[in-house]
Every structure is written in structure tokens, then in C-alpha cells.
């Protein structure tokens, strides 16, 4: 039998609150994801299984450590920022946009995307530099956020950020021509709720362009120590993931990051943090 004990009070809430928000984002994902499938695939057909903000299949707290304790996502920001020299770097495999099931590493069929982050800064203040490249397709995106509020009991902490903020992203060849890169600015914030132990990360924001010009938010929980389970929706569709922490050391962090994006296409991710 499981024990009883830190199952009651304001730890179980916290628990319970967070797996209601995961139920929910899944529930209402599976109705609203296929109303913008097409129109998001054919506009920002290279976001579309990770932006590599930072969050993204990495965990950031509020002090602008890297590593996995934080907040994690899966395409939207969150609210704190590295710092101090912190840094991350990853690669991660997303389905065919078509749908249809395909292994492989390259290709029209797999979306495939390398990313480094680097942050500088105080801690509380960071200021992130993002690079990611997209399978074989010439081009590159550059981003950037920073961090003006820091998180404190009351109030939670923001970043602002642009999204492509150079636009070099060149059209791919059998698509429309007026595909391309778009330079997108968002706002978000993030909040740590419960105790010390099992913390969940709450984040909503505002974003232009790949955002929809509109809301997103999500939500990431510490299942264990080293487990989190991540539920989003990011202006277009709901995406829900699990990651885990390969090394648990307090310095480096090897991130194996399992997602589903629209709820039923794989995304499989490995991410270094230091």
C-alpha cells in the first residue's frame, strides 16, 4: 500500500491541481488541435515541434540556472531566463507534418532541429541568445529574451523576447513561395506553485506571428525528482510531454524529452544543460 503520509494538505493539492491542468490541456486538445493544423504547418512549418526558446526540453528557474529543476516546455517561453554563463544545447525528431507515421532522421517527412542556448547576466535578469537550425534546409533562426521581472512570493517572473529576429529563414522549395521565417515578440510569466517538493511551474503569455496573436500557456510538473510531466497550448495547437533526467546532478543535465505534439505525433528529444 502507498503510504498516507504527504498524500494530504497543501503538497496532494498541488498534485492534484497539476494533473487536473494536464487532463484538461489533453481533453481540450484532442477537440481545438485540428482547427489550425494546416494553416500552422503551411506558415511556421519550422516551429512546429520546438522552437528552441528557453524551456524548451530543458528546465530554467528563476535565477537563470540551466539544467532540470525549473520550468519546461515544449514550444512556448517561459518566464525566466538563463543566465550567468549558463548554457543548453539539443537536437530533437518530430513526426511527418503530413501525419502519417515515417521513422527516420532527415528528410521532407521528419522535422529535425538543432538548438543552443546561451545565457549572460545576473542572476534574476538573464539575457538568453538562441541559435536553431532545421533539418537540412538552408538558413537559421536567431532569438532572444530577456528577463526584466524577477519571481518573488507574490508576483511571478516575465520575459520578453523576439522569435526569428533576423528572418533568415529561406522559403522551402515545394512550398508556397510566401512561406518563410517570421519574426515574432512575445511576453510570458511564470509561477512556481506547491512546496519545495514536486513543484508545478504555471506559465501564460501573449505572442504575435507564430503565437496566433494570441495567448498561450502550460503547465510542467516534478512528477519525481527527475520526472516532469508538461501539458501546453501554444497559441495553435496542445502539445503534452514527459522528460527525464539521465545524469541528476546538480550541474549537468542530460534531458531525454518525450513529447506529443497535436496529442498523437511523436517528438523525441535529448538536451544538454550545464
Not at 15 to 24: F, M, P, T, Y
Not at 108 to 129: E, Q, Y
Not at 158 to 172: A, N, Q
Not at 256 to 264: M, T, V
Request: charged content about 15%; hydrophobic content about 40%; aromatic content about 10%.
Amino acid at each position: 500500500m502507498l503510504p498516507t503520509k504527504g498524500l494530504i494538505g497543501a503538497g496532494a493539492g498541488s498534485r492534484l491541481q497539476a494533473g487536473g491542468a494536464l487532463l484538461a490541456v489533453a481533453a481540450l486538445g484532442w477537440s481545438a488541435s485540428s482547427f489550425a493544423q494546416v494553416h500552422f504547418n503551411e506558415k511556421y512549418y519550422q516551429f512546429r515541434s520546438t522552437c528552441g526558446l528557453p524551456g524548451n526540453m530543458y528546465g530554467v528557474n528563476n535565477d537563470g540556472d540551466i539544467g532540470f529543476a525549473g520550468a519546461m516546455s515544449e514550444c512556448i517561453p517561459v518566464g525566466y531566463t538563463p543566465s550567468n554563463s549558463s548554457w543548453a544545447a539539443g537536437v530533437v525528431w518530430a513526426q511527418s507534418i503530413k501525419g502519417e507515421f515515417h521513422l527516420g532522421v532527415s528528410g521532407h517527412g521528419i522535422d529535425d532541429t538543432a538548438t543552443a542556448c546561451f545565457g549572460v547576466g545576473s542572476k534574476g535578469h538573464g539575457v538568453a541568445l538562441i541559435w536553431t537550425g532545421v533539418d537540412q534546409i538552408p538558413g537559421k533562426v536567431v532569438s532572444i529574451q530577456g528577463q526584466p521581472i524577477s519571481e518573488t512570493r507574490k508576483r511571478p517572473a516575465v520575459s520578453v523576447g523576439v522569435l526569428d529576429i533576423i528572418r533568415e529563414r529561406d522559403p522551402v522549395r515545394d512550398l508556397p513561395p510566401r512561406v518563410k521565417g517570421d519574426r515574432s515578440f512575445y511576453i510570458a510569466a511564470t509561477k512556481r506553485l506547491g512546496g519545495p517538493h514536486n513543484p508545478v511551474h504555471a506559465t501564460v503569455g501573449f505572442g504575435t506571428a507564430r503565437f496566433n496573436n494570441g495567448p498561450f500557456f502550460g503547465v510542467c510538473w516534478d512528477v519525481r525528482r527527475r520526472i516532469k510531466l508538461i501539458g501546453e497550448y501554444d497559441g495553435y495547437k496542445w502539445n503534452a510531454a514527459i522528460a527525464g533526467d539521465l545524469l541528476g546532478t546538480r550541474e549537468h543535465s542530460l534531458v531525454l524529452f518525450l513529447g506529443a505534439e497535436w496529442l498523437n505525433r511523436p517528438v523525441i528529444g535529448v538536451t544538454y544543460a550545464h
